[in-house]
């Protein structure tokens, strides 16, 4: 190979190089513009400055509560009754009968022996049972949604395991058969499960909701 061969060889290669690296160059420079932009624009599916979410908006109204899509009744029937104990998963209470602080699910309303307890809405009677010093005579109703109703301290039950029930329907009377908790007057004993978890029953009794 001769000097002018070998001279025209390198000039190739160097040639061939530099557009190598020209073109390696202006691929990098491509794909950051487009990164730039992709950063930039948020796409269809997320809009920009969206409303709904602008924590800035210092005027706009609270949303109302969603109301629950069942509504139980008040578990006595008539009007002569009264809350001796609100429900308070949160907070103990005393127990004076039992001389200690507890949890308190249910609601404890007071009224005659003798006023009809009713189903606080449409299900099936799914335990009655007795003997227990410390609930009483129980009825327990299961409804759709996952609701379960249970009803204590009762007397002169009127349905059996299996019967089913509609809203209003007489299910017992009050009576004095609960020892976990003694008050002045006769009381009923009443505590809502949602999906098998023990709630508060004014989330689904309006009367309840409004006298707290």
Do not use: C
């Given at each position: 190979?001769?000097?002018?061969?070998?001279?025209?060889?390198?000039?190739?290669?160097?040639?061939?190089?530099?557009?190598?690296?020209?073109l390696i160059i202006m691929m990098l420079g491509i794909s950051a513009t487009f990164m730039a932009i992709s950063l930039?624009?948020?796409?269809?599916?997320?809009?920009?400055?969206?409303?709904?979410?602008?924590?800035?908006?210092?005027?706009?109204?609270?949303?109302?509560?969603?109301?629950?899509?069942?509504?139980?009744?008040?578990?006595?029937?008539?009007?002569?009754?009264?809350?001796?104990?609100?429900?308070?998963?949160?907070?103990?209470?005393?127990?004076?009968?039992?001389?200690?602080?507890?949890?308190?699910?249910?609601?404890?309303?007071?009224?005659?022996?003798?006023?009809?307890?009713?189903?606080?809405?449409?299900?099936?009677?799914?335990?009655?049972?007795t003997g227990n010093i410390f609930t009483g005579t129980q009825v327990t109703i299961e409804h759709d949604n996952g609701?379960?109703?249970?009803?204590?301290?009762?007397?002169?039950?009127?349905?059996?395991?299996?019967?089913?029930?509609?809203?209003?329907?007489?299910?017992?009377?009050?009576?004095?058969?609960?020892?976990?908790?003694?008050?002045?007057?006769?009381?009923?004993?009443?505590?809502?499960?949602?999906?098998?978890?023990?709630?508060?029953?004014?989330?689904?009794?309006?009367?309840?909701?409004?006298?707290?």
């Amino acid at each position: 190979m001769n000097i002018r061969t070998a001279t025209q060889m390198e000039k190739a290669r160097k040639k061939a190089f530099a557009v190598s690296s020209f073109l390696i160059i202006m691929m990098l420079g491509i794909s950051a513009t487009f990164m730039a932009i992709s950063l930039n624009n948020p796409g269809p599916g997320i809009p920009i400055n969206n409303p709904i979410v602008d924590d800035n908006n210092e005027n706009e109204e609270p949303s109302e509560n969603i109301p629950k899509p069942v509504a139980f009744s008040v578990p006595v029937s008539g009007s002569e009754w009264k809350v001796l104990k609100e429900a308070n998963l949160e907070q103990l209470q005393r127990n004076a009968t039992l001389k200690r602080w507890e949890l308190h699910p249910s609601y404890d309303i007071g009224a005659t022996v003798g006023t009809n307890v009713v189903a606080a809405y449409n299900g099936r009677v799914v335990q009655v049972s007795t003997g227990n010093i410390f609930t009483g005579t129980q009825v327990t109703i299961e409804h759709d949604n996952g609701l379960k109703t249970v009803y204590g301290s009762l007397d002169n039950v009127a349905v059996a395991e299996g019967d089913v029930v509609t809203k209003g329907q007489k299910i017992a009377e009050v009576g004095d058969t609960a020892g976990q908790e003694k008050y002045d007057t006769p009381y009923m004993r009443f505590e809502t499960y949602e999906n098998g978890v023990q709630i508060d029953p004014s989330e689904y009794v309006a009367e309840f909701a409004t006298s707290k």
